[in-house]
């Protein structure tokens, strides 16, 4: 009897000693709660200075893991086997994310730098009222060229990417939103378009510019311009900022047709687990001396009206990345076009990466 409550004994340390090490390893994948704050964001897409910024004044740990696309995050948020606290997705992901009920209402009360965003950039179509997000950067899709490497070429049309002079000299973002939307604008048509006679007349086109495409990329897409692997690229504006920094030959310009005026945005996903944390980080970074901060380091555009003014004139007088209203007033936002839509927008990007091999 006495060797059978020893062997109980033992089974219940061990137990209770993989129950810790469980809770252990949890807090290290991102389950949050009290003085822990896991956020979810695009890869290299806050000044690290800033996180330990805000560790020093609120004595939260951050605990701070990236991903390389919406529907990835998407994914992983709607599986929910790890908790995120703070999520930055973009436009027509939030909407997903509303729809779904993923996502918690904000409270204001605990954001009072909401103040310092621009007017234009609230209550947009993807969240009226701001009732769930609150505006991180915001930027364009455009062309970044080489003037010495495109014989005098104007970039100021989207239709300029099929000349046959830059055969195998183009490189695509890895994104099919970005890629049809491109294409879709080329023909005049909506980058929300979903008349399927304008989707394969995009795609037939889109396959017209296979020769002049030298790779579809990711990330890589920065080094590799910058290197001058290539002389062109369909880039975010923030990219072609950041590239444009390590090689000032490059110009950007949004073509005339119009392209995607997108927004990243901060939430609070339903599962959080520092709920109180979260509000805090979001007000934080919308403090105008941290918004010009990261703006600096990320590249991309601010909404922060006191944050930008904060900014050197070289950085918020360009028009390239602060366009006039003329120009923005064309752009579109994403729509979210709901699973069939956007499979079938992935589809059509695929059978155009499979015709480019």
Known sequence: MKQLVNTFLAILIVAFGLMFLASRLNSAQGYSGGNTLTIYNWGDYVDPDLLKQFQEETGITVIYQTFDSNE???????????????????????????????????????????????SKFMNLSFDPGNKYSVPYFWGTVGIIFNPEMTKGIDFSSWNSLWDKRLKNNIFLVDGAREVMGMALNSLHYSVNDTKEEHLQEALAKLNKLSPNVKAIVGDEVKMLLANEEAAVGIVWSGDASEIMDDNDKLDFVVPEEGSNKWFDNMVIPRTAGNVEGAHKFINFMLRPDVA?????????????????????????????????????????????????????????FLMFKMNKK
């Open 292 to 348: 010009a901060q990261n703006t600096e380091y990320v590249g991309y555009s601010t909404p922060n009206v006191p944050g930008l003014k904060l900014l050197p004139e070289d950085i918020s007088g360009d028009e390239r990345f602060y366009p006039p209203a003329e120009l923005t007033d064309r752009l579109e936002v994403y729509d979210n076009l709901g699973k069939r839509i956007l499979a079938h927008y992935n589809e059509l």
């Open 72 to 118: 990835a995050m998407l994914t992983k948020v709607e599986q929910g086997g790890t908790i995120f606290d703070v999520v930055i997705p973009s436009d027509y992901a939030i909407a997903k994310m509303r729809e779904e009920n993923l996502l918690l209402p904000l409270d204001h009360s605990k954001l009072p730098n909401l103040a310092n965003i621009d």
